[in-house]
């Protein structure tokens, strides 16, 4: 028997003790040492560096004095980087675990001198099961900084914009820079979406042609992995609606004009995700139909075949029966199966059953049961 591998999704454990002090820093054993990658830009010019401590921040600020600076930290293996950048920006300490800490939900949250956002990053692996990490960014006036749990690279695109210096994401601050992140991320569930959507109709196919439990399982197994994306998207929507409503001046009125179109993809995310899990919840109840009716055509081929035997065998047991037509006086025991001593009456039971058949099977067509076998 094949034995399936359950679908799994990655979902981040929250890490410490219960009754743990509030803004208390916890690294995962396993979490990946940071590597920085700093981009300071401006309309002329863009300028980068990489390394793997604060010092490559601090440089990058002293050369860069009148820019906006990217600094992403892929990697959060670092504890005293943690700090020291908590320490030299004024960042507060729940900030700061809900960075390190990553079973995070999507939010947004405004504080004195700067805003905090979180997402969650989703990819399907080698093994098709959906991985969920968490990126967070820090936005100050002239500087974001964006936090990632391992060293995958998935803003090539934003990247290549920053390079080639086109439109507003050199001009337009640190805000648009975390909106252009966001709507990277939001793009990525679109991506995730449409392989899933070739999945399902291929799934739907295999149900129509050769239909077997196989399909059940991956059916849910989809549906699981909707789940998941489910519990990503609907709580960023609510976090880039509280960025397009928030009076923080880091959020510029033209990045919300770019939000509001952000907002749009969540809202066309949750519609596919909602109409994909019915589409599987459809899938999985047709299967069950399929094989309820394929057990009623079964049981009904069963009941016509047992109906036509049962006058037979009614008659074959009537003969069967072991009463003598003579007594042990030898005298003719006149009540007793005068058919026995019949000629040919073994023929004559043989044609009668015969007959039978015949007229319930023109009986059971003429009421179309063959039809629908």
């Known amino acids: 028997m094949e034995i399936r591998k359950k679908s799994r999704i990655n979902f981040p454990k929250k890490l410490g003790n219960v009754g ?32 793997n401590d604060l010092g490559v921040i601090l ?17 959060l293996g670092d504890i005293k980087l943690i700090e020291s950048i908590g320490d030299h920006l004024k960042i507060n300490p729940l ?13 947004f949250e405004e504080y004195e001198h700067y805003v905090f956002a979180v997402s969650r990053i989703l990819h399907l692996n080698d093994d098709k099961e959906l991985v969920n990490a968490q990126f967070s960014a820090i ?73 077997d439990k196989s399909i059940m399982y991956d059916a849910q197994h989809l549906k699981r992995k909707l789940i998941g994306l489910r519990r990503a998207s609907w709580p960023e929507r609510d976090k880039v609606n509280d960025m397009i ?6 959020i510029t009125p033209e990045v919300k004009t770019y939000l509001r179109d952000a907002y749009d993809h969540c809202i066309q995310i949750m519609d596919l995700i909602e109409s994909y899990k019915e589409i599987t919840s459809s899938i999985i109840d047709l299967y069950l139909s399929m094989v309820s009716n394929r057990m009623n055509e079964i049981m009904k081929v069963l009941t016509i075949i047992s109906v036509i035997f049962i006058p037979l065998t009614f ?12 007594g042990a006086d030898g005298k003719v025991i006149p009540d007793n199966m005068p058919e ?10 043989l044609v009668l059953m015969g007959v039978i058949a015949v007229v319930q099977l023109y009986v059971f067509w003429k009421k179309g049961w063959f039809n629908r076998l």
């Not at 008659?315 to 003579?326: D, E, K, L, P, T």
Request: proline share 3%; hydrophobic share 35%.
């Open 20 to 51: 743990d002090s509030p803004g208390m820093i916890r690294i995962s054993e396993n979490a990946m040492k940071p590597i920085i990658n700093v981009y300071s830009y401006n309309e002329q010019e863009l300028v980068c560096s990489e390394g």
């Open 59 to 75: 440089d990058q600020f002293k050369k860069c004095d009148n820019h906006t600076h990217w600094i992403q930290i892929n990697g």
């Open 95 to 107: 900030v700061l675990e809900d960075i390190t800490s990553c079973h995070q939900r999507p939010k």
């Open 139 to 211: 936005v100050k006036k002239n500087l974001i900084i964006s936090f990632e749990e391992d060293h995958e690279e998935r803003f090539e695109a934003v990247k290549s914009r920053l390079k080639g210096g086109k439109g507003a994401i050199r001009t337009a601050g640190p805000g648009y820079m975390c909106y252009a992140l966001t709507d990277t991320i939001i793009d990525k569930y679109f991506v995730i979406l449409a392989e899933m959507g070739d999945y399902l109709d291929a799934t739907e196919d295999r149900l129509y042609d050769k239909a």
């Open 245 to 250: 409503r928030t009076d923080s001046p880091l």
């Open 315 to 326: 008659i074959a047991g009537i003969y069967g029966m072991n009463f003598s037509r003579q």
């Open 340 to 349: 026995l001593y019949w000629n040919h009456g073994y023929i004559y039971a």
